[in-house]
């Protein structure tokens, strides 16, 4: 997640801490509408998991 909140930090001009509390808002919000299999698997990838574990999980998921 530091990954991406460095990213809107750079982006938007604004305070690390500030972007911080903005992607966990958007976050929340996001996993917040997805089934919650899903919505672990993306905690999973802002975690630290990448891509590919995100790939992975879905697979499963969807009996891939």
């Not at 990213?7 to 958007?26: C, F, R």
């Not at 976050?27 to 891509?51: C, R, S, T």
């Amino acid at each position: 997640m530091d990954e991406l909140v460095k990213l809107v930090s750079q982006k938007t001009g604004i305070p690390e801490s500030t972007a911080q509390q903005a992607v966990e808002v958007v976050l929340n919000y996001i996993k917040g509408k997805l089934p919650a299999p899903i919505a672990a698997q993306v905690e999973n990838v802002v975690k630290g998991g990448g891509a590919a574990s995100l790939g992975k999980g879905l697979g499963g998921i969807l009996g891939g």
